[in-house]
């Protein structure tokens, strides 16, 4: 296990270097360029450009290189970068010049990124984006003396106080602008993020519905086996009687009590694996309670899904009447799904199905599933309710297990409801009525 978690951490961290990396050679590539978008506010030597809040905003995506890297790295890319631009464009200009002129540069980047480390900014990224631009500001300040300190030193440059006036300006709209990018970024991160994590909670929905499902029918087998042990033990009793006369119905008096004792320890089985999932079920980490809208919505989305992955072009609808309490999500997910795969299976390679939520009278609540298929012959009626009945094949004409339709007539039955379906001159409606109050209270 320990082996197993430190394999883990470091692919972890190999894959954040990887993106690291990319990010690191992405910066070394695009400030230089962004860069030679300037103009001279304050001098001629002294130049504004984008190269700044780019390479702000690469600060602030990079997450385990310290700053001070890129800081030296990119410095020293923007002043090579300049000196090839002077070298290539003029005439008569040595390496030397090139460099003096604009050397000057690298310690305005090298000393913003020092500062940057030093202010450690990734602390605030969560919950004070203000602080962040704030620093932002501060630090583009320290840089800009920084620079204007080396070029006073190596061309006796001045500068006034309009003119610092002016690069505070420029400094304030750098670092907001920067921190506005750099929040929409994380905004989307977050909404994708969110969305991740939504449709894993839908997958987690589904999965325990599915279970619900396997606990109802496990719930009716715990019924049989137990009804099944009770005749046995009956019959191994009226056996029994009769082997007082008889040698062989003595020898068949025991083996129906062994068969009975075997099937009485295949019942405490089905009861412990019962037990383990309605824990699962009833687990407080799930929700157990849905609004009816984000419930409909859910049960629409995963089928339409499902309908994507049989190549189906099916156009999907819903519509939802009256005020709704929050419903038990995985009696009704069990219940519509069976009903909304039944119909997205019927229909062709093109067709329609729609959903409708109504709240019915002295406290009933109907769902509708309807559906533009093939429908279902009259001369059927209620044999489709049967278990074992389908009329759906795979390509190798396996029949499905048909026991959708009648676990959904269970289900609804044992709750106080009743199922019917009605046919459309093209198409079906499969119509369910539940108490309200069984669908609220706790399962």
């Avoid at 540069?105 to 030093?118: E, K, N, S």
């Avoid at 029949?399 to 079906?428: Q, Y």
């Amino acid at each position: 296990m320990l082996r197993r978690n430190w394999d883990e951490t470091i692919k972890m961290f190999g894959q954040l270097a990887k993106k690291d990396g990319y990010i690191l050679l992405l910066m070394l590539l695009t400030v230089p360029l962004a860069g030679e978008l300037k103009f001279y506010p304050l001098n001629e030597t002294f130049r504004v450009s984008f190269g700044v809040p780019t390479f702000f905003f690469f600060l602030l995506l990079l997450r385990n290189v310290p700053a001070i890297l890129p800081g030296l790295l990119t410095g020293a890319a923007v002043v090579f970068f300049r000196m090839a631009l002077d070298l290539c464009t003029e005439e008569h200009l040595d390496w030397t010049a090139a460099f003096y002129t604009h050397v000057p540069t690298f310690f305005f980047y090298f000393t913003y990124a020092f500062v940057f480390y030093l202010a450690k900014l990734r602390r605030f990224f969560q919950y004070r984006p203000l602080v962040i631009g704030c620093l932002g500001f501060i630090i583009e300040i320290i840089a800009d003396c920084a620079e204007l300190s080396v070029q006073y030193m190596m061309f006796s440059s001045t500068v006034t106080p309009e003119e610092l006036r002016d690069m505070m300006t420029i400094a304030f709209s750098h670092s907001f602008i920067v921190l506005s990018f750099f929040n929409v970024m994380k905004l989307y991160e977050t909404q994708s993020r969110e969305r991740q994590v939504r449709e894993q909670n839908e997958h987690m929905l589904m999965i325990i519905s599915n279970l619900y499902e396997e606990t109802i029918h496990l719930k009716k087998t715990l019924k049989n086996t137990e009804q099944i042990t009770n005749e046995s033990y009956q019959l191994y009793r009226l056996l029994h009687k009769r082997s007082l006369e008889d040698p062989f119905e003595q020898k068949l008096s025991l083996k129906v009590l062994k068969l009975a004792g075997e099937i009485h320890e295949v019942k405490k089985d089905n009861q412990r694996i019962f037990a383990g999932l309605s824990k699962l079920i009833s687990n407080e980490n799930f929700r157990d309670y849905m609004k009816a809208e984000d419930l409909v919505r859910l049960v629409v989305g995963i089928n339409r899904k499902y309908a994507e992955s049989l190549e189906k072009d099916i156009d999907f609808q819903y519509s939802i009447i009256g005020e709704h309490p929050k419903y038990r999500v995985y009696l009704v997910l069990s219940i519509l799904n069976n009903l909304m795969a039944n119909a997205v299976e019927a229909i062709g390679d093109r067709g329609s199905v729609r959903l409708h939520l109504l709240k019915g009278e002295e406290g009933m609540v109907e769902f509708q599933v309807e559906d533009n298929g093939p429908g279902i012959p009259e001369k059927i009626g209620d044999v489709v309710f049967e278990p074992g009945y389908t009329s759906k094949y795979d390509e190798l004409g396996t029949p499905s297990t048909g026991i959708g339709l009648s676990f959904v007539k269970g289900i609804v039955e044992e709750f106080g409801g009743g199922i019917a379906f009605c046919n459309k001159p093209r198409g079906v409606v499969f119509s369910i009525k539940l108490p309200v109050q069984q669908l609220i209270q706790k399962g």
